[in-house]
């Protein structure tokens, strides 16, 4: 089991960037995919993107794609959220998670990660 710690969060303006970091322990980084979802109150947690073990493949959702960019530095066992052009309707707790493949391909479904973090929150403010 890895444990996944995020952090980064905060209040920006509508059309500010943001950078949201995870980082894990107690596991081999390198054989994660690793994903981030954001659960906004009153609504169900959603997929944002996501980005192989190799740090070779990613998958963003239609809502940041073009906005969002997502990285993986394995020496710092260290997954980046890059957030530009924000918007109100981003606000959310954001996770991390982790799942142990070596498979790139496009896991979107939170059932499928078993590893995550306690979430960090990030306001958009309009």
């Known amino acids: 089991q890895v444990q996944l710690v995020e952090s980064g969060g905060g209040l920006v303006q509508a059309g500010g960037s943001l950078t949201l970091s995870c980082t894990a322990s107690?596991?081999?980084?390198?054989?994660?995919?690793m994903g981030w979802f954001r659960q906004a109150p009153g609504k169900e947690r959603e997929f944002v993107g996501r980005?192989?073990?190799?740090?070779?493949?990613?998958t963003y959702a239609d809502s940041v794609k073009g906005r969002f960019t997502i990285s993986k530095d394995n020496a710092k066992n260290t997954v980046y959220l890059q957030m530009n052009s924000l918007k109100p309707e981003d606000t959310a707790i954001y996770y991390c998670?982790?799942?142990?493949?070596?498979?790139?391909?496009?896991?979107?479904?939170?059932?499928?990660?078993?590893?995550w973090g306690q979430g960090t929150q990030v306001t958009v403010s309009s």
């Open positions: 998670a982790a799942r142990r493949t070596f498979i790139n391909s496009p896991i979107v479904a939170a059932r499928d990660y078993r590893d």
């Open positions: 980005i192989s073990n190799s740090g070779g493949g990613t």
């Open positions: 107690g596991g081999t980084f390198t054989s994660f995919t």
